[in-house]
């Protein structure tokens, strides 16, 4: 692949993370339905990568990794439970006080709980506003009193009528915190700006708007089979009950209609860039920070549902400044890398010479009560996955059959790769501090709606 990546000097840059944004549910990436008419444009041109590798399959311990080039062993941020405090790694830098040193003027803007000050995730940012508006980090005091207001009268209206927050509210957030991002790249600020979003309307429960189906041609549905449908999915997340058939095929209709939506988010903030003139000269980069399991696997199964394809290989789109010879990325690509890319450019800074993407998970991932924690670990290149407990349990799968592999020879091969990228991880700068106390409030409430805590 050949690719011109001078940049300019202090080039704005945007990190957008759609969170849960599976790669097969993707249209740029072949999924049938139109579900990313914005990402489609983009992808051509942008670089795509076909191989790109979350480093854990769920919101805290990857978005840490993204944010400071480290694994989830070596940052050990790892699980979130509610009656601990979070593992906190100040001894390692963020990208956003990576851009903050350099001059950068920057904003975080964050639909998901464990993006935040919650998890310590807001350093760095000069402005970050959190799921429920509230501003963690500055931000004007007109701004901070109307969208207090707004996040207030939502709160009490979903209290009055019995409903999860998330279902009022979903909408009105994800739409105000792209608002709040629009006016920071148009407000005249001549300092290079670092944005950094997650939009989670690829997580579930989904409530998409009734446009979003009409859209994609399906079945527009009416609130109560919303509500049912989303209640029956949250079983499911929970492990309190399995997803039938019929309902998984709608709940994937949901899952489509919800991208669509998010994607219509996403042509704002393009749209922007290009009505303020700066699209051309800025870094974008668009991501998933994991996947999202929906019915296809045993939840109790061994290697755990986590490691699949399906919520490890997810979407990355990168459009450099400046011109570029477009092409797509085969090799496995690691988002660990994502503070090279952002800071320096390099397109593939996260291709491993071993030609293997680590993955790491610490299991169980939430909960009320501390658990005791099982480590899985996999390596995976264009054709196969190698999966490894920390008890010494060992699978290979074969990713285009989407099975086992009884292969021992090649197993061994895979392991020896396996090996041989584990050595270069570092624990030297894993910090185990802990924030203050137990999770509790809204937030505790908000984590519940969205099914991480039972």
């Keep these: 692949m050949t690719v011109d990546t001078a940049m300019s000097e202090s080039p704005n840059v945007l990190f957008l993370v759609l969170d849960s944004a599976r790669r097969d549910r993707v249209s740029a990436y072949g999924h049938d339905r139109e579900t990313t008419p914005t990402l489609d444009r983009l992808a051509e041109e942008a670089v795509v990568y076909?191989?790109?590798?979350?480093?854990?399959?769920?919101?805290?311990?990857?978005?840490?990794?993204?944010?400071?080039?480290?694994?989830?062993?070596?940052?050990?941020?790892?699980?979130?439970?509610?009656?601990?405090?979070?593992?906190?790694?100040?001894?390692?830098?963020?990208?956003?006080?990576?851009?903050?040193?350099?001059?950068?003027?920057?904003?975080?803007?964050?639909?998901?709980?464990?993006?935040?000050?919650?998890?310590?995730?807001?350093?760095?940012?000069?402005?970050?506003?959190?799921?429920?508006?509230?501003?963690?980090?500055?931000?004007?005091?007109?701004?901070?009193?109307r969208d207090a207001v707004y996040s207030r009268l939502h709160s009490l209206l979903g209290r009055a009528a019995g409903q999860p927050q998330v279902l009022l509210k979903r909408r009105f957030f994800t739409s105000n915190l792209v608002t709040r991002a629009e006016r920071l790249l148009s407000d005249g600020d001549d300092r290079p700006k670092f944005l950094f979003m997650n939009l989670m309307e690829a997580h579930s429960p989904y409530y998409p708007p009734r446009d979003a189906f009409q859209q994609l041609g399906l079945e527009t549905p009416n609130p109560v089979e919303s509500r049912l449908l989303n209640v029956r999915l949250l079983a499911y997340v929970l492990g309190k009950?399995?997803?039938?058939?019929?309902?998984?095929?709608?709940?994937?209709?949901?899952?489509?209609?919800?991208?669509?939506?998010?994607?219509?988010?996403?042509?704002?903030?393009?749209?922007?860039?290009?009505?303020?003139?700066?699209?051309?000269?800025?870094?974008?980069?668009?991501?998933?920070?994991?996947?999202?399991?929906?019915?296809?696997?045993?939840?109790?199964?061994?290697?755990?549902?986590?490691?699949?394809?399906?919520?490890?290989?997810?979407?990355?789109?990168?459009?450099?400044?400046?011109?570029?010879?477009?092409?797509?990325?085969?090799?496995?690509?690691?988002?660990?890398?994502?503070?090279?890319?952002?800071?320096?450019?390099?397109?593939?800074?996260?291709?491993?010479?071993?030609?293997?993407?680590?993955?790491?998970?610490?299991?169980?991932?939430?909960?009320?009560?501390?658990?005791?924690?099982?480590?899985?670990?996999?390596?995976?290149?264009?054709?196969?996955?190698f999966v490894q407990s920390e008890e010494g349990e060992e699978y290979l799968l074969r990713r285009d059959e989407d099975r086992f592999s009884d292969d021992d020879e090649l197993k061994r091969t895979y392991r020896d790769r396996f090996d041989e990228r584990l050595s270069e991880l570092s624990f030297e700068s894993r910090a185990t501090d802990a924030t203050d106390g137990p999770i509790e409030g809204s937030v505790q409430g908000q984590l519940k709606d969205l099914g991480y805590i039972g």
Excluded at 81 to 98: H, K, M, S
Excluded at 336 to 359: F, K, N, S, W, Y
Aim: glycine share 8%; hydrophobic share 35%.
């Design 50 to 145: 076909d191989n790109a590798f979350a480093p854990a399959p769920w919101t805290l311990p990857s978005h840490w990794s993204m944010f400071t080039g480290r694994f989830p062993s070596e940052h050990g941020v790892t699980n979130g439970f509610v009656d601990e405090g979070l593992q906190n790694p100040d001894g390692l830098d963020t990208i956003a006080e990576q851009f903050s040193r350099e001059g950068y003027r920057t904003a975080g803007f964050s639909n998901n709980p464990w993006v935040g000050k919650l998890s310590g995730l807001d350093r760095g940012f000069d402005e970050f506003v959190e799921w429920d508006l509230e501003i963690s980090r500055d931000g004007d005091q007109e701004t901070r009193t």
């Design 241 to 385: 009950a399995g997803l039938s058939a019929a309902n998984r095929e709608r709940v994937m209709e949901f899952y489509d209609a919800s991208l669509r939506f998010q994607d219509q988010q996403l042509a704002r903030i393009v749209e922007t860039l290009k009505r303020e003139g700066v699209f051309d000269e800025t870094l974008l980069v668009v991501c998933a920070d994991h996947g999202k399991t929906l019915g296809e696997y045993d939840r109790d199964a061994v290697p755990p549902h986590y490691l699949r394809d399906i919520n490890t290989n997810v979407p990355l789109l990168v459009k450099p400044p400046g011109e570029t010879e477009l092409d797509r990325v085969e090799a496995p690509f690691e988002l660990t890398a994502i503070p090279e890319l952002l800071t320096g450019g390099d397109l593939r800074a996260g291709v491993p010479d071993e030609g293997v993407a680590l993955v790491e998970d610490h299991i169980p991932h939430t909960a009320a009560e501390s658990k005791t924690v099982t480590r899985w670990r996999t390596v995976a290149d264009e054709s196969h996955t």
